[in-house]
């Protein structure tokens, strides 16, 4: 089994950083939506991959560009994290993930994964790392369990230094 992480498109909210990184749901750019297409003649998915999609509206539209009739799932394990972890810094509203009745009424066609974890409320963004640990643990158990070749996670990853925000852009 291969695992392929995958970083969404260019989103709104960095339209003009840093004033909409309180920006509720952010999608894909129009620079976005080219990147994603441009990575896809670089990345060979098929429809028996698994793709984890982080529960965030612009890594639902990079997953759908990506492979449209993939089989998507849903999980907060693969939504946004703050690294380093600082309980004193605040999450962005850009970084807020939808929650299961969202999911449920806008992409009734992506199954959710549940394992029964109760991470959807608070997701992973805060997390302390010893629980954060424990819940990628078991999604790696998951992963190992799944009969696909190979599984792929969009996902969001920021990266905070002391008094300022950066979001990878590679």
Sequence with gaps: MDITFIRHGHGEHLLDYPNQLNYLHP???ELGKRQVIALRKQVNLSPEDTILVSPTK?????ARLLEPKGNLMFSPLVGPRM???NPEFVPFICDQIYSKQE???QYTYIKMLDLGLDCWKESINQMDAYRFKILAEQLLEWCRKQRATRLS???TVQYRTTGCYSENKG
């Design 27 to 29: 999608g894909l750019t």
């Design 58 to 62: 612009r890594t639902i539209e990079t």
């Design 83 to 85: 690294f380093p972890q």
């Design 103 to 105: 999911l449920s009424h």
């Design 153 to 155: 996670f969009h996902m």
